[in-house]
């Protein structure tokens, strides 16, 4: 296994005492100047979610961009692999290293001072998604859905970070709201995407009750949290 659920534990105990813990460190200093590192870091990220949706892609082909089929054996019908199982092992762990390089998004926030972007929506998506990557893994739960989950997730993670590199290189591109709406609802649909397949995965196949449930209640959170981000960013603060 690529990382024990006791190092799991450990990333996670130390990511959210960085945020307590850095938060109080930066209030009476000045943030610290990581603009060019934060670029960077976006053109990491969006490298590597384009990589990702290829590796699926590779697995996939066309059937990547259909959520409504083949939910219990996709990469098998498509028949496009041999070994079946190592190719999702070996993506699992490509996903698995960018779930843990994804963490230092919040790192570059709190010692920028932008701590208005450490929402409960933030630290809960980059929490639950390492979590559910590595138990995944550990409980040797390679169901071929993930596949495709992982595939339509990087089109929303590629969108995001693109949107994130056009706002550090433009300032005036930060001021386009409907932008921010767009991503937001882009990720939304993703997410819900992701929802109907798992709930399509429970009824027509023969997948272990655990696997289903935890990620329903999973991108069920996500779903809920991305609303009311939505309500609370564009709506609420429209009307006043």
Same mark, same amino acid.
């Given at each position: 296994?690529?990382?024990?659920?006791?190092?799991?534990?450990?990333?996670?105990?130390?990511y959210i005492a960085f945020i307590k813990y850095g938060t109080l460190y930066m209030k009476n200093k000045q #943030?610290? #100047?990581? %603009?060019? #590192?934060?670029?960077?870091? @976006?053109?990491?990220?969006?490298?590597?979610?384009?990589?990702?949706?290829? /590796?699926?892609?590779?697995?996939?082909?066309?059937?990547?961009?259909?959520?409504?089929? !083949?939910?219990?054996? #996709?990469?098998?019908?498509?028949?496009?692999?041999?070994?079946?199982? !190592?190719?999702?092992?070996?993506?699992?762990?490509?996903?698995?290293? @960018?779930?843990?390089? !994804?963490?230092?998004?919040?790192?570059?926030?709190?010692?920028?001072?932008?701590?208005?972007?450490?929402?409960?929506?933030?630290?809960?998506?980059?929490?639950?998604?390492?979590?559910?990557?590595?138990? %995944? !893994?550990?409980?040797?739960?390679?169901?071929?859905?993930? %596949?495709?989950?992982?595939?339509?997730?990087?089109?929303? @993670?590629?969108?995001?970070?693109?949107?994130?590199?056009?706002t550090g290189i433009n300032l005036t591109y930060q001021k386009l709201i409907f932008m921010k709406k767009f991503?937001?609802?882009?990720?939304?649909?993703?997410?819900?995407?992701?929802?109907?397949?798992v709930v399509r995965l429970l009824l027509y196949c023969n997948v272990p009750l655990f696997f289903t449930i935890?990620? /329903?209640?999973?991108?069920?959170?996500?779903?809920?949290?991305?609303?009311?981000?939505?309500?609370?960013?564009?709506?609420? @603060?429209?009307?006043?």
């Open positions: 296994m690529f990382i024990s659920l006791e190092n799991l534990f450990f990333i996670l105990v130390a #943030p610290f #100047p990581l %603009m060019i #590192p934060m670029l960077i870091y @976006n053109i990491v990220q969006l490298l590597m979610n384009l990589h990702l949706f290829y /590796m699926s892609y590779l697995l996939l082909g066309l059937r990547v961009f259909s959520f409504w089929s !083949d939910e219990c054996y #996709p990469v098998t019908a498509a028949n496009l692999v041999v070994n079946v199982k !190592d190719e999702i092992l070996i993506i699992t762990y490509f996903c698995t290293v @960018n779930k843990i390089f !994804d963490l230092c998004e919040t790192v570059f926030y709190v010692l920028m001072k932008k701590r208005e972007k450490v929402t409960t929506l933030h630290v809960y998506h980059h929490i639950s998604t390492l979590t559910l990557a590595i138990l %995944m !893994d550990r409980l040797d739960s390679r169901e071929e859905i993930l %596949m495709k989950i992982l595939a339509i997730n990087t089109i929303g @993670n590629s969108v995001m970070q693109l949107h994130f590199l056009l991503v937001t609802v882009t990720l939304t649909v993703e997410v819900t995407m992701s929802l109907i397949m935890i990620w /329903m209640i999973h991108l069920t959170t996500l779903i809920v949290l991305f609303v009311k981000h939505y309500n609370t960013a564009y709506i609420k @603060n429209r009307n006043q």
